[in-house]
């Protein structure tokens, strides 16, 4: 997968967030991605390594 992410991006994790959503949106790039939650607007600031990990596609 392309490694490249840019603010504004709309990712879809592999697993769901309580909420029940899939679908995140970045707001932050760098060492840590901040990502906020597209059902429930929660914002999660996570390790670079984590996310890549952890994204199932960009949307």
């Known amino acids: 997968m392309d490694k490249t992410f840019n ?4 990712v879809q ?3 769901q ?3 029940g959503s899939y679908d995140w949106e970045i ?3 760098g060492a840590d ?3 906020k ?3 429930c607007n929660r914002i999660v600031m996570i390790p ?3 996310f ?5 596609k960009i949307l």
């Open 27 to 29: 707001i932050r790039v």
């Open 7 to 10: 603010l504004g991006d709309v």
């Open 48 to 50: 670079r390594s984590k």
């Open 17 to 19: 967030h309580p909420c």
């Open 37 to 39: 939650c597209k059902g």
């Open 33 to 35: 991605i901040k990502i």
């Open 52 to 56: 890549e990990k952890d994204i199932k």
């Open 13 to 15: 994790m592999k697993k």
